[in-house]
């Protein structure tokens, strides 16, 4: 069996203040290959307004439906 990704765009919604991002939408349910996201800064230098968040991802935990 073939494994394939299939990618849907997202409408992006309306700019209320131009030059500015909209914010972020929140993720309650992860599925368990995505355990947790971790808030962090590695960088030497911060910028204002930016997180960098990551997580672990197991493929052994990855199920079929996980991102349906």
């Given amino acids: 069996a073939e494994l394939r ?4 765009p997202a409408p ?3 700019i209320q203040s131009p030059g500015k991002m ?3 939408t929140q993720l309650t349910n992860l599925p368990p ?3 947790e996201l971790v808030q962090h800064w590695p960088l030497p230098h ?3 307004g ?5 997580g672990r991802f ?5 199920g079929a439906d996980d991102f349906q």
């Fill in 12 to 14: 992006f919604p309306t």
């Fill in 50 to 54: 930016a997180v960098l968040v990551s």
């Fill in 58 to 62: 197991d493929p052994h935990k990855l």
């Fill in 22 to 24: 909209p914010p972020m």
């Fill in 46 to 48: 911060a910028l204002p």
């Fill in 5 to 8: 990704t299939i990618w849907h």
């Fill in 33 to 35: 290959c995505c355990p």
